[in-house]
């Protein structure tokens, strides 16, 4: 199992259950500049993990926050994480997801701008 640990990391693949569309996302890629790579019309503003309008709900798959010095989480509420919600400019996919939100929206600011 040694060699797994230089195991090369791939893209994985993440389709928006609401429009069907599907991109690729580099290891250690935000989610939102993944999708902006790929002209997904993503909501958005403040793009550093303050504002909370790039909001999406995981509905399968997994991923993290790398280090920043914004602490996204603060913008959600618990039950919100709970149901698999994420700030996407601060969040990475680690396996291939799902991903529910409002492609075209402005977003919902709700944090500090
Ligand atoms: S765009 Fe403002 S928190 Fe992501």
Redesign the pocket.
Known sequence: MVFGLFKKKEPVKVTIKSTGDEFMCEPGELL?KAALRNKIAWP???????????RATILEGEGKYPPSPCD?VM?LYKEEMDKGMV????WTPTTDIVVDVEVGAE?DKR?MV
Do not use: F, T, W
């Open positions: 939102m958005l503003s403040c793009k550093v993990g303050s504002c909370g309008s790039c996204p913008i700030i996407a400019c601060q977003g944090g």
